[in-house]
C-alpha cells in the first residue's frame, strides 16, 4: 500500500512563498510521475502540476504557470512544490497524488491511484 503524506501548508499574505511536500512510502516511487491538485472551498478539486517519473517533464495549469515549481528527488521519495507570488485565489487544500504509470502526466483526475490526505494553505489579501 502507498501512502502520500503532505506538509508544508499554513498561512501567507499575498505576494509570499510557500514550499510544500510530499513524502511518499514504498519502493517504487521513481516508477510513477506525481501531481498536485487542489481544491478551493465550493469548488471542484483542479489540477494544479504534474511532473513525469524522472523529473524532466513537468506540466502546470495555466493560472500558475510561472508562480509555482514542481520537482521530486527520487531518492528521497519526496515531490514538492514551491509557491510563489501566491494569491488570494490560490486558498485551498492541496493534494498530491500518484499516477498510475511513470509516462502520464496529465490533468486528469482518474488517472492518478493513490492521493495523500491534503494541506491547507491559505493566502491573505
Known amino acids: 500500500q502507498v501512502q502520500l503524506v503532505e506538509s508544508g501548508g499554513g498561512l501567507v499574505q499575498a505576494g509570499g512563498s510557500l514550499r510544500l511536500s510530499c513524502a511518499a512510502s514504498?519502493?517504487?516511487?521513481?516508477?510513477?510521475?506525481m501531481g498536485w491538485f487542489r481544491q478551493a472551498p465550493g469548488k471542484e478539486r483542479e489540477f494544479v502540476a504534474a511532473?513525469?517519473?524522472?523529473?524532466?517533464?513537468?506540466n502546470y495549469a495555466d493560472s500558475v504557470k510561472g508562480r509555482f515549481t514542481i520537482s521530486r528527488d527520487n531518492a528521497k521519495n519526496t515531490v514538492y512544490l514551491q509557491m510563489n507570488s501566491l494569491k488570494p485565489e490560490d486558498t485551498a487544500v492541496y493534494y498530491c497524488?500518484?499516477?498510475?504509470?511513470?509516462?502520464?502526466?496529465?490533468?486528469?483526475?482518474?488517472?492518478?491511484?493513490?492521493w495523500g490526505q491534503g494541506t491547507q494553505v491559505t493566502v491573505s489579501s
Open positions: 497524488a500518484r499516477s498510475r504509470s511513470g509516462s502520464y502526466y496529465g490533468r486528469l483526475e482518474y488517472e492518478y491511484d493513490y
Open positions: 514504498g519502493r517504487t516511487f521513481s516508477n510513477y510521475a
Open positions: 511532473i513525469s517519473w524522472s523529473g524532466g517533464i513537468t
